[in-house]
């Protein structure tokens, strides 16, 4: 027997105060949507909005260290260190979501800057050309 996955997006429970639950309720009437649709709009709105910030933030201290106007923030780094993160980060070139507890690879710079990381699909996206090249020469 085949399983088929579900066209619906993933269930995901949370422990919520009373006080909350009325506030997410009243507001969705108020909206007219349903309230799972105003918690997904709120959410996805919360992580746009902090991911806007990290990306001003960086831009605002890379404008206080003098790194020049359009600079990538991977400019500087010679290679990359796997690991196994501690807490979440962002991939500096996909943006996907890195957990805690995922394999990830920081970025080595010669300078103080900034942590950046790749994933595992963006690592692998770097050795693609060098690959190639080798096959080439041979």
């Not at 990359?80 to 394999?103: D, H, V, Y």
């Amino acid at each position: 027997m085949r399983h088929h996955r579900h066209r619906h997006g993933r269930w995901l429970h949370a422990r919520i105060s009373e006080p909350l639950e009325e506030a997410l309720k009243d507001e969705a009437r108020r909206r007219q949507l349903p309230v799972s649709l105003l918690v997904r709009n709120v959410l996805a709105g919360a992580l746009d909005l902090v991911e806007d910030i990290v990306e001003t933030g960086i831009a605002v201290s890379q404008a206080a260290r003098g790194v020049p106007r359009g600079r990538r923030p991977l400019d500087d780094v010679y290679g990359w260190q796997e690991l196994i993160l501690n807490r979440g980060a962002l991939c500096a070139t996909c943006r996907t979501p890195l957990a805690a507890g995922a394999s990830a690879y920081r970025g080595l710079r010669d300078q103080p800057g900034p942590a950046v990381f790749l994933c595992t699909a963006c690592v692998r996206q770097l050795r693609r050309p060098s690959t190639a090249k080798e096959e080439e020469s041979s």
